[in-house]
């Protein structure tokens, strides 16, 4: 079936330092790939978010590349600040149904 | 105005006894989804609706079952509540294809 494998499970950085996720999904037909920030018991917000017919997308701090040969995706997080410690997720989908990796935690250290 | 609402935010109670969790989107969207997010964090689809209609059932314990009176409503029944139903319950919405979904704030359900 379906899977979108997202690594690491925890990441640790300085502040200021650029932090980078990864992910890779199964479904070829996946065309839309959003990433998803969670803070400690809030609920999931879209961040950014990129479309199969675009290789690399940025928004500030903020950026997303995508290989759709490799079926990679990574979201990429530079001059990290304190208030981008959070939860990641990344998701894949091609119809209704939309596939969450299982998130990354990441920390962000004084 | 929150887009999407889900009531109550948290839900205390007794194994064995039956729940539920409703939802409404005020954004037009015509899909609504239903997930459970467990104490690892991950994010496990539950079940989806278009218009009214199940596309998506995961496989859920019948035990659950989601009811959509219209398009912006999709609640969520739990019979014989179980300690591993403790999660928080997360619905969203989305208004189409390649198109972001939209969470409401979670409901915290916990099972004593």
């Known amino acids: 079936g379906e899977n979108v494998e997202q690594h690491p499970s925890t990441l640790s950085v300085q502040e200021g330092d650029s932090a980078v996720i990864k992910c890779t999904y199964s479904?070829?037909?996946?065309?839309?790939f959003p990433w998803y920030k969670q803070e400690l018991g809030k609920r999931p917000q879209l961040i950014i978010d990129?479309?199969?017919?675009?290789g690399e997308k940025k928004d500030q701090r903020i950026a997303v590349t995508l290989n759709k040969t490799a079926k990679h995706f990574s979201l990429h997080i530079t001059e990290t600040q304190p208030e981008d410690s959070a939860v990641y997720f990344c998701?894949?989908?091609?119809?209704?149904?939309?596939?969450f990796g299982k998130g990354t935690r990441l920390h962000i250290l004084p | 105005d929150t887009a999407v609402s889900q009531t109550p935010k948290y839900l205390v109670t007794q194994m064995g006894n039956d729940k539920s969790i409703k939802c409404e989107q005020n954004l037009g969207h015509d899909t609504m989804y239903w997930y459970k997010q467990d104490s690892k964090k991950f994010l496990k689809i539950m079940f989806s609706y278009n218009n009214k209609e199940l596309i998506i059932n995961e496989t859920v314990p019948n035990r659950f079952s989601p009811k959509s009176p219209d398009k912006a409503h999709l609640n969520l029944h739990i019979n014989s509540l179980e300690l591993g139903d403790s999660a928080v319950y997360f619905c969203?919405?989305?208004?189409?294809?390649?198109?972001?979904?939209?969470f409401g704030d979670g409901t915290r359900l916990s099972i004593l």
């Open positions: 998701a894949a989908t091609g119809d209704d149904k939309i596939i």
């Open positions: 969203a919405s989305r208004g189409g294809r390649g198109q972001p979904q939209h």
């Open positions: 479904d070829s037909a996946s065309n839309y």
């Open positions: 990129i479309r199969s017919n675009v």
